[in-house]
């Protein structure tokens, strides 16, 4: 390897680890840290963001006080309630915020789940007026923990079985409605989100956060991440998954048996709130013939970590909650730069070693490639004289001097943009790269030399 390649490794890693530095603002660790107290000035924007939760209805239910349940896993701790037998809370137990504090990925203040349905009389049901009837967890056949929430509501009960696995993250969810004298339209599903701040740089974080949904065709759609204006989207199509994507972590649901009937999306930021950064809404029509089946409706919760190997099991498509760039780069990323990184990951435990030997590896592919370019620039001086030679010979007639320049360079096997195939084929895997490392979780957190996160 002779001085100008391992001139042009040392710029290319250099300008890697630059951009990595200084990818987000250079806001001091200790402004952000502060911004994430709890103030006087930051009460009043918390308590406008937390207001825009529904109004917890007065329960109906002759079960007695509402109560929490708490299951745990090695990964997730979940809370449930018996008003509305919904998930109340989610901690993500291998990770924290930015703060240092427990990583919450829903919390009671921040989030509540909700089901509503209208009765054939027309009276509306709605399941957090409702305080369901629950034994605790018992054993699943997988392992795993089963807790069960029962409440009788129009003739009949409303049953919703939760299976918390024994590892992972996803949490299977039936939900069946038997001798219920339910309208023939579709139940609404509801999650209002106020999404808390969890990593250092709020403006990031807040435009790294969306809802993502995916319809039975094909189709993956998501709101504007960086708009600041109110974002709304309706999708009349059946719907086979939708996701709250904060940043680095996802909150999804997935339809198994039936697909969602439709769905309606809303954003909202308030930028003098550094508590809650954006708030989302979600509301999906599930299909009555499914949830009223002697099977039930059968879902999925995913709450974790938003980390491309992870998420490609969890449904059709669901993968694309981790940003990789639009097409090319984003076949680029998949295909060639995360499969090498999660090899390379599994021998070395520092990322900025990982990522420095990414690019000598990019280098030693592109090698024949450069070394040609070389010999090809060699040929180029060796040829030098001849070609100032025809310059002079041909001063007025440039058509002829190219033509005369052109047939020398064919006779002695010299390309003249030999040196910029090299060029292109390194720059899209670089750029690829740059979409994939500010969106890796892997990196998140990790330290390297002078950099902390």
């Known amino acids: 390897m002779d001085r100008n390649t391992a001139t042009g490794l040392f710029l290319i890693s250099a300008l890697l680890l630059v951009y990595l530095f200084f990818f987000s603002p250079k806001d001091k660790v200790e402004k952000d840290k502060a911004q994430a107290t709890t103030s006087t000035a930051a009460k009043p924007a918390a308590a406008t963001a937390a207001a825009a939760l529904p109004a917890v209805p007065r329960l109906d239910s002759a079960a007695g006080p509402a109560r929490s349940i708490e299951l745990k896993n090695p990964e997730l701790t979940l809370t449930f309630s018996t008003q509305g037998g919904r998930v109340a809370a989610v901690r993500l137990n291998n990770y924290k915020t930015f703060f240092g504090k427990p990583l919450f990925l829903l919390d009671e203040q921040s989030a509540r789940y909700n089901t509503r349905f209208r009765t054939l009389d027309g009276k509306t049901v709605d399941f957090s007026a409702l ?113 709250d994507k904060h940043d680095f972590f996802v909150a999804g649901f997935v339809a198994d048996s039936q697909p969602f009937t439709s769905g309606q999306f809303n954003a909202n930021v308030n930028l003098t709130d550094s508590t809650f950064i954006k708030g989302l809404s979600t509301q999906l029509g599930l299909p009555v013939a499914d949830v009223t089946s002697a099977a039930g409706g059968q879902y999925r919760y995913f709450f974790g970590p938003n980390q491309f190997n992870l998420l490609k099991s969890v449904a059709p498509e669901f993968d694309r909650n981790v940003y990789l760039g639009w097409g090319f780069f984003r076949g680029v990323n998949r295909f060639l730069v995360i499969p090498v990184f999660n090899f390379l990951q599994q021998y070395i435990s520092s990322y900025g070693v990982i990522i420095l030997l990414l690019v000598v590896l990019i280098k030693l592919v592109t090698w024949p490639l450069t070394y040609k370019t070389y010999e090809g620039q060699a040929r180029m001086k060796v040829l030098k004289p001849e070609l100032d030679e025809i310059k002079a010979k041909y001063p007025d007639d440039q058509v002829k001097s190219q033509q005369e320049t052109m047939k020398l360079y064919q006779q002695f096997g010299v390309s003249p943009l030999g040196g910029c195939v090299p060029t292109l084929l390194t720059l899209p895997i670089l750029f690829a790269m740059f979409q994939f490392f500010p969106n890796a979780i892997e990196l998140r957190q990790q330290p390297f030399l002078w950099a902390t996160d």
Not at 149 to 167: D, H, L, S
Not at 233 to 240: A, G, I, M
């Open 131 to 243: 305080n369901f009837q629950s034994t605790g967890a018992q054993p699943a056949a997988d392992g795993g923990q089963l807790l069960t929430f029962v409440a009788p509501v129009a003739g009949g009960t409303i049953t919703q079985t939760y299976t918390v696995p024994k590892t992972g993250y996803e949490v299977k969810y039936n939900l069946k409605l038997a001798g219920v004298n339910v309208a023939q339209e579709p139940l609404q599903w509801s999650l209002q989100d106020n999404v808390r701040q969890t990593e250092q740089d709020i403006k990031q974080n807040r435009n790294h956060t969306t809802i993502n949904h995916y319809s039975t065709d094909g189709k993956q759609n998501n709101l504007a991440e960086t708009s600041e204006k109110p974002e709304e989207t309706k999708v009349t199509e059946p719907l086979k998954w939708t996701a």
